[in-house]
């Protein structure tokens, strides 16, 4: 059996780019840091941050562009792969990247201004008390 699964939550490192294949498709792509802490023997605490390069398709990749931001804490579930080129110059390059299958998107960071959502989809008001509904009321 083969299993070939990534899972990380950490921040985005810059703001989506976006582009279209040749074939029509949208691709996003953006950064991620993970960083991990803990203590040494001498008690002394230590940190690691690792970088990822997320790659996203179809609609996840509009959504990802639409909603992230940089410094956005993002959960991301994917596959990890690795693609190689050559450069015009003949330079052999690789990169690992993680082909994202689902985010789910945490908040953002402070000082990022929200969109300013249309009156008719904006969440309701907190039901007035003599408005509340009695569990006694219910018929079953």
């Known amino acids: 059996m083969n299993i070939n699964k990534a899972i ?11 582009r279209t294949t040749p074939e029509g498709q949208t691709v996003c792509t953006f950064g991620v840091a993970t960083t991990r ?49 050559e450069t015009p110059d003949g330079a052999k390059r690789s990169r690992t990247e993680i082909i994202a ?9 402070k000082g990022v201004v929200e969109e300013v959502l249309p009156e008719s989809i904006k969440e ?6 003599e408005e ?3 569990i006694e009321e219910i018929p079953f």
């Not at 990749?61 to 579930?77: D, H, N």
């Not at 299958?101 to 960071?109: C, V, Y």
């Not at 309701?124 to 008390?129: G, K, L, N, S």
């Open 8 to 18: 990380i939550v950490g921040r985005l490192t810059r703001t989506p780019e976006v």
């Open 37 to 85: 802490t803990w203590k040494d023997s001498s008690g002394e605490k230590k940190e690691k941050t690792e970088f990822h390069n997320i790659v996203t398709w179809g609609k996840l990749a509009e959504l990802c562009q639409q909603y992230l931001v940089k410094g956005q804490l993002v959960f991301i579930i994917g596959r990890i792969e690795t693609r190689s080129w």
């Open 101 to 109: 299958e689902d985010i789910q998107f945490g908040p953002k960071p």
């Open 124 to 129: 309701p008001e907190e039901i007035p008390p």
């Open 132 to 134: 509340e509904i009695n």
